[in-house]
């Protein structure tokens, strides 16, 4: 039954987190883990399998290439991680060679379900996965900004004293050094972010704008402190599938392909996507400022450049 069949491709840090995420919330009736470390996926699986009955029922099991087949989701998290010191671009060509063999298997085994990439540089590695496999843009999607999103949510609610879930704010553009805030349409309760520190003089305006660098430096002060991070992008992954499972129809900034929207073409980036059964149903062109619109060109030519080098055009 293909409904609500999950396997997941990569089980370090990232994969394992999802895949603890997505069983405390009865994500799927199905979770199968493939690894090149066959005995951790098998592991993984057994110990994750001691929690279902404390959540929903639910089959996991150490799984092969051959039983993507039927699966909806095709979660990717294998590659090789980010270490200190490194951006998320440099390891494009590291991950590139990974992907077409690790693509190819999938595509080979009958899957014709939704591909969901988290590895780094996501935003390149999802246009790879499209590449590779074929498949219509909106079966792949990356998880582009949605944990930067979120994790910009947190940064503003902690300043001004608010619940996280009560913000509405987007970080668009590469999931790396060039994404950017859409001040433009960050808002509480509906209220524009800018009329909410008029009206509240003891939040600082500076601290406002220094939420962002927090947010963009993030990952690099978490890979310094503990060597990686997982935990966050775990449950963004966990959501985007939950997302698909359940045709939501709920809007995240994942990466998506844009075909004119944003006045690009041809690439993967951050963007807001209404996600449901059918993948990315469509993207949100949301009005940016000049400034913004900027930023989002200077992001998607970042990324063209990368992709440029790495495959060759018609």
Not at 29 to 44: F, P, Q, S, V
Not at 216 to 223: D, G, H, Q, S
Request: glycine share 8%; with cysteine; hydrophobic share 40%.
């Amino acid at each position: 039954m293909k409904d609500s069949k999950v396997i997941l491709i990569g089980d370090g840090a990232v994969g394992s987190s999802f895949a603890y995420a997505s069983t405390i919330l009865g994500i799927g009736r199905e979770l199968g883990i493939i690894d090149i470390n066959e005995n951790k996926a098998e592991g993984d699986a057994m110990d994750l399998s001691d929690a279902i009955s404390f959540t929903k029922p639910k089959s996991i099991y150490k799984a092969s290439y051959a039983d993507c087949k039927d699966a909806e989701v095709v979660v990717i998290t294998a590659g090789i991680p980010q270490k200190e010191g490194e951006t998320r671009l440099d390891l494009v060509e590291k991950n590139l060679n990974i992907f077409k063999d690790m693509i190819k298997n999938v595509v080979d085994s009958g899957f014709d379900g939704i591909f969901v990439v988290a590895s780094n540089p996501v935003d390149v590695l999802t246009y790879a996965t499209w590449k590779y496999s074929g498949f219509p843009a909106n079966k792949v999607i990356g998880t582009g900004t949605t944990l930067d999103s979120s994790r910009f949510k947190k940064e503003i609610a902690s300043l001004i004293g608010i619940d996280p879930r009560s913000v509405d704010a987007y970080i668009l553009g590469e999931h790396g050094d060039s994404e950017f805030a859409v001040w433009s349409h960050t808002n509480i309760g509906g209220l524009p972010i800018y009329e909410w520190i008029s009206s509240n003089s003891e939040v600082d305006e500076i601290a406002l704008l220094n939420t962002f660098e927090k947010t963009k430096n993030a990952a690099y002060e978490i890979i310094k402190k503990k060597g990686a991070t997982f935990y966050g992008i775990g449950m963004a992954l966990a959501r985007i599938v939950e997302a698909i499972i359940n045709d939501e129809n709920a809007v995240f900034s994942t990466s998506s392909y844009l075909n004119g929207e944003y006045g690009l073409k041809d690439i993967y980036i951050g963007v807001p996507t209404v996600i449901g059964k059918d993948g990315a149903k469509w993207v949100i062109e949301i009005p940016l400022t000049d400034i913004e619109n900027e930023r989002m060109e200077s992001s998607a030519n970042t990324l063209k450049q990368i992709l440029e080098k790495s495959f060759s055009y018609d």
